[in-house]
């Protein structure tokens, strides 16, 4: 399920990913089974945990040097409701912990760099969900995330996903922060050099990648203040 799934921005991410991971390499796939095994094993450990994927290894085009940019999903110890920092939850800290030191150095023959670009805590999801208040910052980051990112472990997000698609409104109001937020991705540098990367990876293989896709890409590069008044 994708809470923006009609959103025509988000359509066109999605179109665009869904093509190049037509051309999905050996190391993106490696990366998905090592998060994988990883869920698994975190979990014996006794926590709960979900990964969502942006950046190359969502693309399927990582490479070698590739590190793996993600969401981590957990709950926090003692049922904390706040948002999942270092000060307040220490499993975050002990998870990255048994990521970084442990299980990539231990389970991974070639190890790689990853990065937590957001943690979101499930228990302060359960509270939002509550209170269903379209202006709370974890419940448009859930949504967004769960839109256009590639997930490790989903039945865990499943209950949440499914409590926010049976509140139309809910999910209609959080779509009103998209444009600003594609507005500023499209603004930071790195997002447009990604797609030069992941452009150069396939005419290196040889492949054409069609006018009409270029055009997309484009068209969704040049996303920006422009729209913000369309109210799409």
């Known amino acids: 399920m994708n809470p923006f799934a009609q959103h025509p921005v988000i359509e066109d991410y999605n179109l665009i990913k869904r093509y190049f991971r037509e051309y999905e390499t050996s190391h993106s796939k490696n990366r998905m089974q090592d998060f994988r095994k990883f869920a698994r094993m975190i979990q014996d450990a006794g926590y709960q945990v979900a990964f969502d994927f942006v950046g190359s290894v969502n693309f399927g085009q990582a490479d070698t040097n590739s590190d793996v940019d993600f969401v981590l999903y957990l709950a926090c110890e003692k049922s904390y409701r706040g948002e999942c920092d270092e000060t307040h939850c220490r499993t975050r800290h002990q998870i990255e912990n048994l990521l970084i030191r442990t299980l990539i150095r231990e389970y991974v023959v070639r190890p790689y760099e990853i990065q937590v670009v957001d943690c979101l805590n499930l228990n302060l999801l359960d509270a939002e969900l509550e209170r269903g208040d379209a202006m709370s910052p974890a419940l448009f980051r859930f949504a967004f995330y769960r839109s256009i990112c590639r997930c490790v472990n989903a039945r865990v997000l499943k209950p949440y996903l499914n409590r926010l698609m049976a509140n139309p409104p809910l999910v209609e109001g959080l779509r009103s922060e998209l444009a600003a937020v594609?507005?500023?991705?499209?603004?930071?540098?790195?997002?447009?050099?990604?797609?030069?990367?992941?452009?150069?990876?396939?005419?290196?293989?040889?492949?054409?990648?069609?006018?009409?896709?270029?055009e997309k890409i484009r068209s969704h590069l040049a996303f920006g203040k422009d729209h913000m008044g369309e109210g799409i």
């Open 182 to 214: 594609f507005d500023g991705l499209n603004r930071w540098s790195p997002h447009s050099i990604s797609f030069s990367k992941y452009k150069s990876r396939l005419e290196d293989l040889g492949v054409r990648i069609p006018d009409s896709m270029l």
